[in-house]
């Protein structure tokens, strides 16, 4: 057996010790969708196993047109809601065979687009996209254009979020699940309300707000402006967000977090600043990530399946694409807690 210079075995090993040619050896054992016979398959098999080869993945891939790589690029790691969606993405994967490679923007969205065209560049077999749109994302823009490319090659892309880009897309509730948290809060006896949204470019802070707002509505309820704050979509934003409520709290009797992970920053400046949750105000999120078990009082919010969330997006991936891109539409669920007990009972 002749060996490389590194010491490893390579195909042409394999070949000569199965008595075949190079190319009946790489289509055995890199995927082409040329078939072997049988005979020379199990030769091939064999004669691998006995010299311990191991298989190219840049040869794979030549071979296939594809790698059995899924990208997974997320806005923020650190965020529950994305490391729980992630998890069905690599569930899932893992069942399949696939290895997911993850990606972080950090909230850019030229990052975003530098990802694809790096996976792309790999031949990668599916990329899935999580995070907001903004109000600007345009199927004409940077982003849509690269995933356009990245699909004509071969590839598979799925977004969780908006859909404002033409690809397959998980969208989940935003606008009918803040409706819905409003109104049972309404029902709860809450009359005076303020919310902490995110960054104003973003559709999500924006779907929440304004599905919230709706929700008050129908209650003839409304939020005066300054007591809509804006922050990032971070633990810290909603601190700082709700930092600048604690003049106004004598005229609150309810917060609304668009996230919970603002809501649990605005839990911890009120703690800090002596105002208690929910003696003093009540205060509701919206994702139900999983830190939220350890939290006290509990947190109201809207519940999103968010590891479902990552297990319809890789399978989606996974499927034939259809004529048109496909919409895939999560439902919500309002759970209420300890943060927003009932005012209404003892009226």
Request: charged share 25%.
């Amino acid at each position: 057996m002749k060996a490389d210079r590194r010491g490893q075995v390579t195909l042409e090993d394999v070949a000569r010790h199965a008595g075949v040619s190079l190319a009946t050896a790489s289509r055995a054992l890199n995927g082409s969708e040329r078939k072997v016979r049988a005979d020379l398959q199990e030769r091939v098999l064999a004669s691998a196993a006995v010299l311990n080869y191991t298989p190219n993945a840049q040869a794979q891939a030549m071979a296939r047109g594809r790698t059995n790589v899924i990208g997974l690029i997320v806005h923020d790691i650190a965020d529950p809601y994305f490391a729980s969606i992630a998890a069905g993405v690599i569930d899932t994967a893992d069942a399949e065979g696939l290895l997911v490679t993850l990606a972080s923007t950090g909230r850019s969205p030229q990052r975003e687009v530098q990802h694809v065209a790096n996976l792309r560049a790999q031949r990668a077999q599916g990329v899935i996209i999580v995070g907001s749109r903004e109000f600007n994302t345009d199927r004409r823009g940077p982003l849509g254009q690269e995933i356009g490319a990245f699909e004509s090659g071969g590839g598979r892309a799925v977004l969780v979020s908006q859909h404002r880009l033409d690809t397959d897309t998980i969208v989940v509730e935003n606008q009918s699940g803040a409706r819905d948290l409003a109104g049972e809060l309404v029902k709860l006896g809450y009359r005076r309300h303020a919310i902490l949204t995110g960054p104003p470019t973003l559709l999500t802070a924006s779907d929440r707000a304004t599905g919230y707002r709706r929700g008050l509505t129908g209650a003839k309820i409304s939020v005066p402006a300054e007591f809509v704050v804006e922050g990032d979509f971070t633990r810290d934003g909603g601190y700082r967000a709700a930092e600048r409520l604690l003049d106004h709290l004598d005229d609150i009797d309810c917060i609304f977090a668009v996230n919970d992970v603002m809501a649990v920053g605005a839990m911890a400046a009120l703690r800090d600043h002596g105002v208690s949750v929910p003696a003093d105000v009540a205060l509701a999120g919206f994702d139900d990530i999983a830190t939220l078990r350890d939290l006290t009082p509990g947190l109201t919010t809207v519940r999103i399946p968010l590891t479902e969330v990552g297990v319809q997006a890789l399978r989606l991936v996974l499927q034939e694409p259809g004529p048109q891109p496909r919409i895939r539409r999560i439902k919500t669920t309002v759970v209420l807690r300890d943060s927003t007990p009932d005012r209404a009972a003892g009226r």
